[in-house]
């Protein structure tokens, strides 16, 4: 598995989790606006078109440039590991 914080010495940046891999922009402002759009877009969720899937993804882009938001979700990400591994046990 990919670290999800690593970025590319060339090419495109591209945010990778699981399995899907998304191109986002190599800004970081554009990066932080992105990501804030998409949580408050995600808060308009029942809306046509927008959706509440939306503020886990921009959480996910800001991830990549905001600390609290990376600690946040590496904590997520350990908790969700141990779920996985307690209902495989």
Do not use: N, Y
């Not at 986002?24 to 949580?39: K, T």
């Amino acid at each position: 598995m990919t670290d999800p914080d690593a970025q590319p010495k060339a090419g495109k940046t591209r945010l990778h989790f699981g399995r899907f891999s998304i191109p986002i922009p190599q800004s970081r402002p554009l990066r932080i606006a992105l990501g804030i759009g998409l949580c408050i877009g995600g808060l308009l969720g029942f809306l046509p078109i927008l959706g509440f899937w939306m503020i886990p993804l921009g959480l996910l882009v800001l991830s990549v440039d905001l600390a609290p938001v990376r600690r946040f979700r590496r904590r997520m990400e350990v908790r969700w590991g141990r779920r996985k591994q307690k209902k495989a046990s």
